[in-house]
């Protein structure tokens, strides 16, 4: 008797399978960019979905996978993501303000609620990479095998220009 098939469930079983397939892709491009000092584009984390899923669950998946990682108060991994202009996004940003209060101030000049501007996110994200690549230094994260992983992966360092 042949098998029926329901599109529902196919669609949630290939979106699940996807969703997996993203979190490693992800977990191990934050590994090697820290191991290698380098940053990882938002553009190519975008790239790991392949179109699937919205924003706000491609950003539930990163702050899953930065938690999974490491304690963001000890070394917040998402301070590798960069923009055009080589920044995390401001996901990062509110992690970093809670979990380094007096160090945002400092940066901000003393006020919590003041916005940085660019010169001071840049000065923030530094400082937290600094943290991540010495935390990336003593740690053994693992490297899972992904059929899908690439030597080519486009990763850049926080000093090398984003576009090509």
């Known amino acids: ?20 397939s993203a979190v490693v892709r992800i977990r191990e491009a934050l590994i090697f960019a820290a191991r290698a000092q380098q940053v990882v584009r938002y553009r190519d984390f975008h790239a790991f979905f392949g179109g699937a899923g919205t924003l706000r669950k491609r950003f539930e998946l990163l702050d899953r996978i930065v938690r999974e990682l490491a304690d963001p108060a000890d070394a917040d991994y998402g301070s590798l993501m ?22 945002y101030e400092t940066f901000v000049g003393g006020n919590a609620f003041t916005r940085p501007g660019s010169a001071q996110r840049l000065r923030i994200a530094l400082t937290e990479r600094r943290r991540v690549y010495l935390h990336a230094r003593h740690q053994r994260l693992p490297f899972l095998e992904v059929p899908v992983w690439t030597p080519t992966l486009p990763i850049r360092r926080p000093e090398s220009p984003t576009k090509p």
Not at 3 to 19: F, Q, S, T
């Open 82 to 103: 960069a923009n055009s202009q080589g920044l995390p996004g401001p996901e990062f940003l509110r992690r970093y303000r809670v979990f380094h209060a007096d160090e």
């Open 1 to 20: 008797m042949p098998m029926v098939k329901r599109l529902g469930v196919e669609k949630k079983a290939g979106a699940l399978a996807l969703g997996e």
